[in-house]
């Protein structure tokens, strides 16, 4: 069966959802910051992640969007990612 391609404002929904991960940034650090909470110690995510990469890559994220780690502690500390 031959499909015409679509030119409507839905035709690129696909090839903008792959660049999710690289347009929302803030969104992406969040997902691995609760695959990390919610991961037991020994278990893995699909991605082939355990829990502390999961959290160290959320912190090293959320860092570099100029996040603190910690919304309690002053500018300029590392707090718990909480």
């Known amino acids: 069966m031959i499909r015409k391609r679509r030119n409507g404002p839905g035709a ?7 660049q999710a ?14 695959l990390g909470r919610h991961l ?3 278990e893995r995510s699909p991605l082939g992640l355990d829990q502390t990469e999961h959290l160290n890559l959320a912190r090293s ?14 500018t300029g500390t590392d707090g718990p990612l909480t």
């Open 12 to 18: 690129s929904t696909t090839s903008r959802g792959r």
């Open 21 to 34: 991960p690289r347009a929302m940034p803030w969104e992406l650090a969040h997902a691995h910051h609760e």
């Open 40 to 42: 037991a110690a020994d």
């Open 61 to 74: 994220t959320f860092e570099a969007l100029g996040c603190r780690t910690d919304p309690r502690a002053p």
